[in-house]
RNA sequence: GCCGACAUAGCUCAGCGGUAGAGCAGCUGUUUCGUAAACAGCAGGUCCUCAGUUCGAAUCUGAGUGUCGGCUCCA
């Protein structure tokens, strides 16, 4: 029925990695870097006047050298000149490779010693002097033999490294030896495909961002080189424009804004798992219980299960093997046991507790299980990558002629969901990887039911070929926030293979006889944890008046006014309503400055007037003055609003 | 896990070999006040932990713990 509006929904995005499919888990940094992919949308300008400067070579080698943004010379060319400037101050430094990236560019070194934040602005003044002396950028083709006898000469063993397997690969294909080019500017010189701009004076204004370690070819067996990253722009404008969206970001973080209002901790006693403060519980408890109105709504039932497990269940479900290293483990009296990393192994136990008939499925099961997860230590961030988090996870076990019917409700339930929070949601159809699990026929059947129930819906989406998980096609849905950072938030799984197979699901037809259930896995928020991690930053904390774990404060003028503020705040509590008289020895002024800091949506000063009158006329923390309403009616009403969970 | 940086009061941060500092928050008192900061006083710290160097360590060294920026958008 909500299938109107484009569907929704995502899955957490841990949960696919639950089933293994650890590739397909974005981490919140990188998301966070792609964040800067949007601001893009406003660069038509500056790409004429790239156009106006164009890399050198024809427009088919730029085709074929991939150049899909002309910006991207630019930054690719800015990666030549900052290596330049590398050599120039460390002789003998080692390239890795250059390319641009969302809003710029990076290059890794191997240095002799790590680089400090002075070295960044020595190399920055370096690349100044290069970009003055207008250096043209000159194509020179050479034949891949003496390339490799140049990269050699130069000692720039990773420069023979990425020839040798040129090489190879031409090899592999039955290919000759592809020529290669060098693109040369003064007195650098560097492997390199192309394009670039015409010359260093075309590169914009930049600046060098961070240092930061980085495996060789991200291999974590290979030396760490050291990455510096940079951004460049066509215009100061645009680089002022990316500088202050970094800083906006930094402003809303999440880790910042759950101090501020007092939301959360964490604590060195437990390195990955949240300390849920009163408030941030608040928030917690409320996006819970409106997904368990909506999965009640649509017939749901809720099941709870052992967090303590026997490795039984993991040596039974594969997790053992391929995911071991990610689970707490624990021996107690000789037996061996993990902290669940996920729960679809024991919805399967509950499924498998007695026997199914074909009049029983659909089954939805969900469950809110508390998940421990052993992530490397490096990889911890805030509350967007964490060792334990709890799901809105749910595992759904249907017969095939059923499945295109509960897709179309899920892509409804996504779309639902995110609208409480004006979040769009954009899909990702992901179809069968090479290496798969189960019968190719139940893979086109399922894939088709997907795609049917996609396009019947209307949603846009885009294929990605291949990247389903090795078990199961998948739906993932992924949002922008505020500051136009992509996050991927969920994906629905339809499990042919791992829970039906592993855990030998039955179901007893009209005939009688025995058949496989399909599973499908899906979870809207995904992981709480995350979720509210991601509303924190794109609400900057002011959080829809739904969500927002303080939603008025009454504020009494002196102290005579405190017994009606009191009274104004047991009518708004009997509507349900969380609010909080403020009753510091404070002026005025100084508790709407405290509210305001807060975030907290309406404030209602109660003085001499309001109390007279049995009045309230609420400023809101847009700083809009709302005509004056009987205390009963404005209960009604935000009472009304919040019910209603609007995005604003 | 790996590379680098960082860890001082509840928060934000200064101090960088010689007796621990500020602002905000907190507490107490005064003030009773009309839409983003009233005034005064007080209190508050194993300077992350453990070793080491030194007459002396928040400051230097080492190890540990935690946090932050990252760890292929493949010439």
Known sequence: MRLERPAPRSQRRVEPREDFDLSSCRTGGRSIRREARQAMADQAQHEEEILEAPARGSAEELLDAGAHDPIDAMRHSAAHVMAEAVLDLFPGAKLGIGPAI???????????????????????????????????????????????VVAEGQAQTYKVEILADLAERAAAAGETPP????????????LCKGPHVESTGRIGPFKLLSVAGAYWRGDEKRPMLQRIYGTVWATREELDRYLWRRAEAKKRDHRRLGVQLDLFSFHDISPGSAFWHPRGQRIWRTLESAMRELQERRGYEEISTPILVHKKLWQQSGHWDLYGDN?????????????????????AVVYRSRLRSYRDLPLRYNEYGRLHRNERSGTLSGLTRVR?????????????????AEIEALLGEVSEAYSWFGLEPRFAFATKP????????????????????LDRTGVNYVVKSKDGTFYAPKIDIYIDDALGREWQMATIQVDLVMLPERFDLTYIDEHGAEQRPIAIHRAIYGSLERFIGILVEHFAGAFPLWVAPVQAVVIPIADRHLEAAGALAAVLRSRGLRVEVDDSDGRMQNKIRVAQEQKVPYMIVLGDREIEARTASPRTRAGEQQPPEGWDDLAARLAAETSARRPD
């Open 102 to 148: 969302a809003d710029g560019f990076y290059y890794d070194f191997e240095l002799p010693r790590p680089l400090t934040p002075d070295d960044l602005e020595s190399i920055e003044e370096r690349m100044r002097q290069s970009v003055a002396a207008d250096h043209r950028f000159v194509r020179r083709e050479i034949p891949l033999d003496d390339a490799r």
């Open 434 to 453: 090479d290496k798969a699990l189960g019968d190719p026929m139940l893979w086109e059947r399922a894939e088709g039911l997907i795609r049917d129930a």
């Open 179 to 190: 020529v290669t080019s060098f693109y040369e500017h003064g007195p650098f010189s560097d």
């Open 327 to 347: 689970m707490f483990r624990l021996e107690s009296e000789g037996q061996e046991y993990s902290l669940k990393p996920m729960n679809c192994p024991e919805s």
């Open 388 to 404: 334990q988090f709890i799901q809105d996870d749910a595992h759904l076990f249907v017969r095939p002629d059923q499945l295109a």
